[in-house]
């Protein structure tokens, strides 16, 4: 039998709010520099071999930024100017954040059905940091917990990330469902035993459900919480 949905753990990058546009001013940065760099390609690298232990906290920020430039061939005074040119884009961005269109309404209305919602994030700071950029979202309050990848020293996929955000919930796995953009973040969701709802996602992207707005979540929990698709399903 698959059980109701109680409860979500969700990514809050590229879910809740647009975490991409700093990014995108810096390869635009970069293009006028004449250094060859494309997005999200340019980005990848600095994901998976840079970013990663930043948000396990075994790195600052701005050392493991420097050492991607330098290795993507860019010259000492490139950097400075990256560097300097990134800080401010980033500050810009968290001073202008803003929830993606229907987050809000969608997150009131999973709460005022009573489900459960817990914030997983692989982010460089932990989770009272986190919080307050929710709050600062006009989000506070609908989060039973933040769960960072900062205090855990691990990130999506590992299981750890997961088990902790169940644990915050306190439901089952086969009640919960896990909200997302990222495809490795999805398939660690899925291999933990959760439902996978894909928002925001690439093509490529493997989901039990794949919507176009977060305001499509709010249909399908209450979908997939029907007693005859439960029954259905035994």
Same mark, same amino acid.
């Given at each position: 039998m698959t059980e109701p949905v109680r409860g979500l753990m969700m990514e809050t990058a590229g879910v809740l709010y647009d975490a991409t546009l700093w990014r995108r001013e810096l390869v635009r940065l970069l293009a006028r520099l004449e250094v060859p760099a494309m997005y999200p390609a340019f980005f990848e690298r600095w994901d998976r071999e840079y970013l990663?232990?930043?948000?396990?906290?075994?790195?600052?920020?701005?050392? %493991?930024?420097q050492a991607f430039l330098l290795s993507a061939g860019l010259t000492w005074g490139q950097i400075d100017e990256v560097e300097a040119f990134a800080r401010v884009q980033r500050n810009t961005c968290e001073e202008n954040l803003r929830p993606l269109p229907a987050v809000g309404a969608a997150l009131a209305a999973l709460d005022k059905r009573g489900l459960k919602l817990v914030a997983l994030c692989d982010a460089c700071q932990g989770a009272a940091a986190i919080e307050q950029k929710i709050e600062r979202l006009g989000l506070g309050g609908l989060f039973q917990k933040v769960v960072s990848s900062f205090d855990l020293g691990a990130v999506r996929p590992a299981a750890e990330c997961y088990a902790a955000a169940l644990a915050a919930l306190d439901l089952p796995a086969e009640e919960v469902a896990f909200v997302g953009c990222d495809r490795r973040s999805l398939e660690g969701a899925a291999a933990y035993g959760l439902r996978t709802i894909?928002?925001?996602?690439?093509?490529?992207?493997? %989901?039990? %459900?794949?919507?176009?707005?977060?305001?499509?979540?709010?249909?399908?929990? %209450?979908?997939?919480?029907?007693?005859?698709?439960?029954?259905?399903?035994?």
């Open positions: 990663i232990d930043v948000e396990r906290g075994f790195r600052q920020f701005e050392e %493991a930024f894909a928002v925001h996602g690439e093509e490529q992207v493997s %989901a039990d %459900a794949r919507l176009e707005s977060f305001a499509e979540v709010v249909e399908l929990v %209450a979908e997939w919480s029907k007693p005859e698709c439960v029954e259905a399903s035994s």
